[in-house]
Structure formats: C-alpha cells, structure tokens
C-alpha cells in the first residue's frame, strides 16, 4: 500500500487528526482511547511531548491498524528514522524541510509537511510530500485555501491545521481542504480521557 493509499484509509473513515501535544507515556493509550471512541483515527504525537517516542510506540501497538499513528514537530531526517522504529506510520514537521519529506517518503512513510505559500506547497511536493498542512491556518483563510487549489494539484490533500474548532471547520472543507488538523482545542495537556472523549466527539459532530 503506498503512503498516500494509506492516508487515504484513514482520512475516508473521518477527516481529522488528533495532535495530542504534551501527553506523556503514561497518559497515550488512555487518551488514545478516548480519541478512537470519539471517532478520530489518526493519532499525532508531537516530538516537543514527554518522551514522545514511547507515546509513539505505545498507541502503534496498542491500535495495530486501527488508528494511523506518528509524529509532528518533526525536524530532522534523524527523527523520521527514530518514530518509523518505533512503529509511526506518519511523518508531520511544522516546516517545508525537504530533507525531512524526503527520508519519510523513502522510508514510505505519510508525509505531510507545513506550508503556507504556493511556492512552499511545491517545494514540499517535489520532494515527495504523500500531503501538505496549511499551518497556520488561523493565519489564513479558506479563501486563500481554494485560490491555491487552483494550481496545487488536487491529488495532493490538504489539511488545515492550527485554530481549528468544531464550528469553523465547515467552511475549510467547502473550500477544498481533505481535513483538518485538531490542537489545543481537542487536547491541553493534564488533560482527562473523558474530557478528551468529548472534545473529540463534538469535533465529529461538527462535520455535520
């Protein structure tokens, strides 16, 4: 399966990613679980999170192939290595860093860089991007979103990441975008399973 049939699989079931930033080892499977029964099937531990890896590998053997598990913050060719070890399936790195997009293509891994700018969405597609995260989106709208699909290839999925709530979500995905990208309004750190549960279902109801 190649990676962007992997994406695929998971974003057809529900077209969102949960970015749980800040959760610790001892607290994933927990709010991996509450995640899932939420709806939610790509999970995104960031690398700046408590022993990020551990998180990693803990939710890839606890899902198997039920969830798309990986990382974001990623920053280096060197990470992309380390999360693929530990059993990630998805690479997410703020930036358009083509070393990064490239060893996660080679390793067949989902790549799905940051970008802001039509010249950043091809920098990152000529590198192997398998999708792009409009990051911040906050910062732009779902205007500029379906101007840029007016040349960004349309087999390339865009997720819309950062200030995302469940009643804006709408108008991003009329504009062209694959998904979304959830943060701090789906999970603070310290955070319980069953607040997690909620935010995450009222995320799903969201798209209508």
Known sequence: MSA???????????????????????EAEAIGDA????????????LNSPDPLTSIERL???????VLVGAGTVLSADDVARVRDRGGRIIVSPDTNS??????AAAGLVASPGYFTPSEAFAAIRAGATAL?????????????KAQLAVIPRN???????????????????????????????????????????KARAYVDGLG
């Open 4 to 26: 962007t049939e992997l994406l695929h699989r998971y974003l057809d079931q529900c077209p969102l990613v949960a970015i749980i930033r800040g959760v610790t080892p001892d």
């Open 35 to 46: 995640i899932f029964e939420g709806g939610i099937r790509i999970i995104e531990v960031p």
């Open 60 to 66: 890839a053997k606890r899902f198997g192939e039920r």
């Open 99 to 104: 070393e990064v997009i490239s060893a996660a």
């Open 133 to 145: 995260k409009l990051f911040p989106a906050e910062g732009a709208s779902p205007a500029m979103l």
């Open 156 to 198: 390339i999925p865009i997720l819309a990441v950062g200030g995302i709530k469940p009643d804006n979500m709408r108008p991003w995905l009329d504009a062209g975008a694959s998904g979304c990208g959830l943060g701090g309004g789906l999970y603070q750190p310290g955070q319980s399973p069953e607040e997690t549960l909620a």
